[in-house]
Nanobody, 126 residues
Framework: HVQLVESGGGSVQAGGSLTLSCAAS????????MGWFRQAPGQAREGVAG????????YYADSVKNRFTISRDDAGKMVYLQMNSLKPDDTAMYYC????????????????????WGQGTQVTVS
């Protein structure tokens, strides 16, 4: 059984911060590449941040660079997205995803490349 579960979403005022968590349940490998995606109503799902488990590479969409930080625990079972200086444009449903990808494919942050998905957690910035 493979399951990714996001938590930490909520409502925050512009300029505030939130940290999202993604937990992998069970004992199944969910991929060397873990990513965060978001989707606002009427919009396409977009990649936000990605990381290769076991490596130091971190990837970010231009819209969140220098504001968001992706990190993971030493075993790769927990993945986090620290979001600072939040803007109303950051309002969306945020999803955690995993895939087995080459580093250069992980960097692309394309939702079609990812195999495992969480159910999403809502972030609302007013």
């Amino acid at each position: 059984h493979v399951q990714l579960v996001e938590s930490g979403g909520g409502s925050v005022q512009a300029g505030g911060s939130l940290t999202l968590s993604c937990a992998a349940s069970g004992y199944t490998y969910t991929g060397n590449c873990m990513g965060w995606f978001r989707q606002a109503p009427g919009q396409a799902r977009e990649g936000v941040a990605g990381a290769v488990i076991g490596g130091g590479s971190r990837y970010y969409a231009d819209s969140v660079k220098n504001r968001f930080t992706i990190s993971r625990d030493d075993a790769g079972k927990m993945v986090y997205l620290q979001m600072n200086s939040l803007k109303p444009d950051d309002t969306a449903m945020y999803y955690c995803a995993g895939a087995d990808l080459y580093t250069w494919d992980c960097e692309r942050l394309l939702s079609s490349d990812f195999t495992y998905w969480g159910q999403g957690t809502q972030v609302t910035v007013s």
